[in-house]
């Protein structure tokens, strides 16, 4: 490449704006980034999709937001209104489609095939498709975005980026159940952990943050909101995981029961006279914190029934703390030890108290929260005691810059191939 066509490339790279789409059934959250410095120069969220349709979108440092209500028919539709906002006079933050040099789509399920993430062609699509019987509900529309911002943006690079990814590292011992092996070979029932994103950016931050190399630590990393999940870290590099062939598995969760006897699922069937999908939805829509305290399934509702005086909210903050408590344990034992804790999402970043219950007497293990350090709200801190030989620290987590970073690693290497 002659030194001018390659300048004008590094300037182009340096300036790129990546977009992160992140599609559910019904919605959709975009941002967009400069890779220049990572900042970020607006976000969106796109609701009722299929229903009535509305958008918020906010160019940040601009004070008011753009709202608007509009009929959404699909997925397409939505990407489209999302275009618009980013191109509007007053609110948007480019001037032509062809400013954003790459796109980074979140994408839950790539089942053992993409252990990192990759730029999108129709193979990867095929992929995609495959693992729809493993992710009924949430790869689907993911596909869908993927498949609207191709047609509407053809020349833009896309890439995906998997919440399995992180987690294919486990090894055979951590990921396979103890089921007939024909099950795993037939029909890859196996674990495969989900919020990899979240953990791998919380790992990487909490190296930076304690100034040591990432291959020298063993990290749990605890990503506590709706839906949670408790990770080890050894070297890096995922070994275990708490959610398993679904996010259904592991923690009790906001509405999601987390482990169970397997028995019980025909139990209830049995006794509430229901179908078998009907206690599925149970276990997902109407177990966790909620089905435990009957009040909801936010924990600020709850300590708010705490201080009311309500047992069963107190029992669903217990049972939570316990499951929590449970893995790290199991995890110390994995790795031999552990040098950091990471708390992360709504209920890790924002409860003081839910990280105290935790934490308490774990003394001897070398865990000693500092209870000042901890009372803090969404910032990044490191929250144990000088005294500590383990490091608790709280990141806020940023499943989007994630995506941003690998989306610009991937785009720029592509295009300089072509
Ligand atoms: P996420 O799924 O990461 O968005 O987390 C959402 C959950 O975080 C909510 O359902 C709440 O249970 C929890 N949460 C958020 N803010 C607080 C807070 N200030 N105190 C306690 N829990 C919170």
New binding site residues.
Partial sequence: MCHIVYAEREREYKNMKVLVVNCGSSSLKYQVLNMKNESLLAKGLIERIGIDGSITHEKIGLDEKFVVKKPLKDHKEAIMLMLEALQDKQHGVISSMDELGAIGHRVVHAGEKYAMSVMISDDVLNVLEDCIELAPLHNPPNIMGIRACRELLPNTPMIAVFDTAFHQTMPAESYTYALPYEYYERYKIRRYGFHGTSHKYVAERAADMLGVNLMDLKIITCHL???ASVTAIKRGKCIDTSMGFTPLEGLVM?TRSGDLDPSIVSYIRDKEGIHLHDVIDVLNKKSGVLGISGIS????DL?DAVEEGNERAALAIKVFAHKVRFYIGAYIAEMNGVDAIVFT???GE??AQMRGVICTELGNLGIKLDLVKNNV?GKERIISRDDSKVAILLIPTNEELMIARDTYRIAKKYKDTI
Wanted: proline fraction near 0%; charged fraction near 25%; avoid cysteine.
């Fill in positions: 909101g709706n839906g906001g399934s936010d924990f600020r300590e999402a709504g209920l924002n409860s709200r």
